[in-house]
Structure formats: C-alpha cells, structure tokens
C-alpha cells in the first residue's frame, strides 16, 4: 500500500455576528456537499501561514491575516486514489484568522465550490466533515 504525508493549513474566521466562515466541498472530493473550513495544502517551499493566506482568498475570495495557531491535528486513515488504496496522513494546522477585506465569492473548477457565513445554528443542520467540526469546537467551543 503506498503511504501519503500532507501537510495543510485551515483558517478559523469569525465575523462580528458570531458566524463561522464555511466552505462546501465540490464533487471533486470524496465527500461532494459537506462542509469543511477554508485550507488547504501547503506547496513546497511555502510556510503554513502563507498557505492559509491563500487558500482563504482562493476559496472565499477574502484577504486575512493569520492572528494565532490554535491547534495542530493530526489525520491517518486509509484512503484511495486513481491509483488504489492509500495509507494516508495528513498534518493540519488550524490558524485563527481575522478577515481584513475582499468580498465573498465561491470558488470556481476547485475542491470547494460554495463559501458561507454561518450561524451556530445554520452549523447544526450542515453536514461537516471532521475539519469542520473541529473549527466549529475551536471558534464556539461546542461539541
């Protein structure tokens, strides 16, 4: 079985309406519909807190910037590929962080394809992967 590393950046943003920034996943991923926070992978060379930077503005078309690392997580599952079965794992680094400017639009021909402000409530009713359940726990401290 062929073993996969990658390490990805997430950001944790909270507006002041107390609404967790959001990002859909597109029917490129393995889970088309849920919702996840906005990251990614980081690109060789590239610092973790850049990566956050850019996925950020790539997937919801907002400028921020990093304000704190809150948590480092850590993911190993089995997997699959176009090649077969994978041993992956994946090294997340979640950032709180403060949006500066931009205006809200979705990404196009990416893995997310829809970004949102949502509600503690509007949260209750999405299906969130385990990367948004965990920003969900870091910016609201619920379960």
């Not at 062929?2 to 997430?10: D, G, H, K, N």
């Not at 990416?110 to 969130?128: F, I, P, Q, Y």
Request: hydrophobic share 35%; net charge negative; proline share 3%.
């Amino acid at each position: 079985m062929r073993r996969v590393q990658r390490i990805a950046a997430y950001n944790v943003c909270v507006d002041d309406q107390q609404r967790l920034l959001m990002c859909r996943l597109s029917t490129i991923t393995e889970r088309p519909g849920w919702w996840t926070l906005p990251g990614g992978g980081v690109e060789f060379g590239e610092h973790p807190e850049d990566t956050a930077r850019r996925e950020l503005l790539e997937e919801t078309g907002l400028v921020g910037h990093v304000a704190e690392l809150l948590t480092v997580d850590s993911l190993h599952r089995p997997a699959r590929d176009g090649n077969g079965d994978l041993d992956y794992h994946s090294v997340r680094l979640v950032y709180r962080t403060d949006v500066d400017g931009g205006d809200l639009k979705h990404e196009a021909d990416g893995s997310t394809d829809l970004a949102a402000w949502c509600t503690r409530e509007e949260l209750a009713g999405l299906s969130l992967v385990d990367m948004g359940k965990l920003g969900v726990r870091l910016a609201f401290g619920t379960p």
